[in-house]
Each structure stands twice: as C-alpha cells, then as structure tokens.
Nanobody
Framework: QVQLVESGGGSVQAGGSLTLSCVAP????????LGWFRQAPGKEREGVAV????????YYDDSVKGRFTISRDNAKNTVNLQMTRLTPEDAAMYYC???????????????????WGRGTQVTVSS
C-alpha cells in the first residue's frame, strides 16, 4: 500500500502563507499525476491543484488560482503546495494524492486518485 506523508500544516492569520509538503515512498515519476485536495468540516473533499510529474503542467481549482502554487521535486520525491493570501475559507484538512494511471485533468476528480496521505490541518483565523 502506497502511503504518502504530508507536512507543513498549521495555524495562520488571514492573509498569511503556508507551504505544505508531501513525500511519496517511491520516485514521483512512477505516478503520472500528483495532487492536493482539501476537506473542511461538513463539506465534501475537493480538488485544489494537480501537477503532471513529467512535464510539470498544472491545473488549479478556480478558488485558489493566483494564490496557490503546486510544484514537484522529482529528486526528492516530493510535491509541495505553496499557499498565499489565505482566507478562513481555505481552512481544511489538506491531503496529498497520486495516480499512476491516466493523466492529470483540468477537472480534478477524487475517484481517479488511488494513493492518499492522512492529511495535514490548515487553520486560518480572521
């Protein structure tokens, strides 16, 4: 069972920044697509951003475009999510995920990702 491990969550004030990191147990090139998802209390899990491990092509949910940046470091088997201008609406548990079949798509679908981490909590105070 592939287990991804997230880190970097914490508490920040609105307008602040955080960078999340996710380490994959295998080389990231083994996965076609890596992504970040989030789930707030009482809400469904939603896709935030995804990145092709090969080309680096990225897709973002509209709610985070211009504020969040996803990146990968294939040498370190990591995928990062740099989050800026955070708002209370960004507060959630953030999950890293990977898929080894198929490609990243602009419409991020949870069901297409087979491998998940346990999450890291992000809290944003107003």
């Amino acid at each position: 069972q592939v287990q991804l491990v997230e880190s970097g969550g914490g508490s920040v004030q609105a307008g602040g920044s955080l960078t999340l990191s996710c380490v994959a147990p295998e080389a990231t090139y083994r996965y076609n697509c890596l992504g970040w998802f989030r789930q707030a209390p009482g809400k469904e899990r939603e896709g935030v951003a995804v990145i092709y491990t090969g080309t680096g092509l990225r897709y973002y949910d509209d709610s985070v475009k211009g504020r969040f940046t996803i990146s990968r470091d294939n040498a370190k088997n990591t995928v990062n999510l740099q989050m800026t201008r955070l708002t209370p609406e960004d507060a959630a548990m953030y999950y890293c995920a990977a898929r080894s079949d198929g490609n990243c798509r602009s419409t991020i679908k949870i069901a297409e990702f087979s491998y998940w981490g346990r999450g890291t909590q992000v809290t944003v105070s107003s």
